[in-house]
Nanobody, 122 residues
Framework: QVQLVESGGGLVQAGGSLRLSCATS???????TGWFRQAPGKEREFVAS????????AYDDSVMGRFTISRDNANNTVYLQLNSLTPEDTAVYYC????????????????WGQGTQVTVSS
């Protein structure tokens, strides 16, 4: 089992920044960790991912250049730095983990966190 706990969400004005954290416990060896988000009335969508071994990252086009995903191997924590936020970024952000090597954009993660709310005011 893998437990994922998100933190760092909140209310921020447009143009502002936030940093989300995802702490991993339990089975700490996973292939990759990523972030998804779900806005009201919309489907959950991929935001970014990072592979633990090697640090390869991937981003959705909507956040490329504004969001940065990173990892702290020693503390089994993944971060998502959100910059230049817009109201369209308002959503619940979920941390997720893939256990086995997978094409991350096509295979659903095996584990999910509870989510953290990000609200961007205009």
């Amino acid at each position: 089992q893998v437990q994922l706990v998100e933190s760092g969400g909140g209310l921020v004005q447009a143009g502002g920044s936030l940093r989300l954290s995802c702490a991993t416990s339990g089975r700490t060896f996973t292939y990759a960790t990523g972030w998804f988000r779900q806005a009201p009335g919309k489907e959950r969508e991929f935001v970014a991912s990072i592979i633990w071994s090697g640090g390869s990252t991937a981003y959705d086009d909507s956040v490329m250049g504004r969001f940065t995903i990173s990892r702290d191997n020693a503390n089994n924590t993944v971060y998502l730095q959100l910059n230049s936020l817009t109201p369209e970024d308002t959503a619940v952000y979920y941390c997720a983990a893939w256990v086995l090597p997978s094409p991350l954009r096509r295979v659903a993660p095996a584990y999910w966190g509870q989510g953290t709310q990000v609200t961007v005011s205009s």
